[in-house]
């Protein structure tokens, strides 16, 4: 069955360092949904990416989706503290349902 | 934005006895609901699609006469976990697709979550 995969599991960084989470699927997606879980929350929807290529930003938050539609990644700049969170990427394939990676653990040093 | 609430949002049971968890979407009507389990620093996993007014559709491997789902109405469903077993402690959490508005950006509204704990 349909796969997503992301990487790393886990990410520490400086206050003010980028940080990147890779989002892979063993097939090709129609769209592609990010969102942001805090710790013993829930998960917030971020955004969702449905074009070949498309790029897409809010502020220091920068996704994109690749050509063949079965890769994303969301990039960081300059991380805050508020940033802290598990960022979980979903890909959906036709109508069928949404799969969701293991998500990546953002800790940061302040 | 659309807004699901989840209860409780912990519950702690002795083994044997089941527990209810309600869903239920606040300010929109919610056709579909899903619910999923999450393990300790894992990823979300999808037990079951709930369906207002028919049966629930389970993932592959989801024993559907353990975990119950009904959905009576277009603002809640419920999920209860019969006997629950120490294994089944987990953080379930529902989500649905919100209102006409959210419905074309395609992304899901989460519940709270509840944390089970079976002793």
């Known amino acids: 069955g349909q796969q997503v995969m992301q990487i790393p599991q886990y990410q520490h960084v400086q206050e003010g360092e980028d940080f990147t989470t890779y989002c892979n699927s063993s097939?090709?997606?129609?769209?592609i949904q990010w969102y942001k879980q805090r710790p013993g929350g829930h998960p917030v929807f971020l955004i969702q990416l449905v074009k070949s290529g498309e790029v897409k930003k809010q502020k220091r938050l920068t996704f994109q989706f690749g050509e063949a539609k079965k890769n994303s990644s969301l990039h960081i700049t300059s991380t805050q503290t508020t940033d802290v969170g598990t960022y979980l990427c979903?890909?959906?394939?036709?109508?069928?349902?949404?799969?969701f990676g293991q998500g990546t653990r953002l800790t940061i040093n302040p | 934005g659309a807004v699901v609430s989840q209860h409780p949002s912990w519950v702690i049971c002795k083994s044997g006895t089941s527990v209810k968890i309600e869903c239920r979407s606040l300010d929109f009507q919610a056709t579909t609901m899903f619910w999923y389990r999450q393990f300790p620093k894992q990823s979300l996993m999808l037990m079951a699609t709930s369906n207002e007014g028919s049966k629930a559709t389970y993932e592959q491997g989801v024993e559907k006469d353990k975990f119950l789902i009904n959905h009576a109405s277009l603002t809640l469903s419920t999920l209860t976990v019969t006997s629950a077993h120490p294994e089944d402690s987990s953080f379930y959490i529902c989500s649905a697709r919100g209102g006409q508005r959210e419905w074309n950006t395609g992304e899901l509204f989460f519940g709270e979550g509840s944390r089970l704990t079976v002793l």
């Open positions: 097939t090709t997606l129609s769209n």
């Open positions: 979903a890909g959906r394939r036709g109508a069928q349902k949404l799969v």
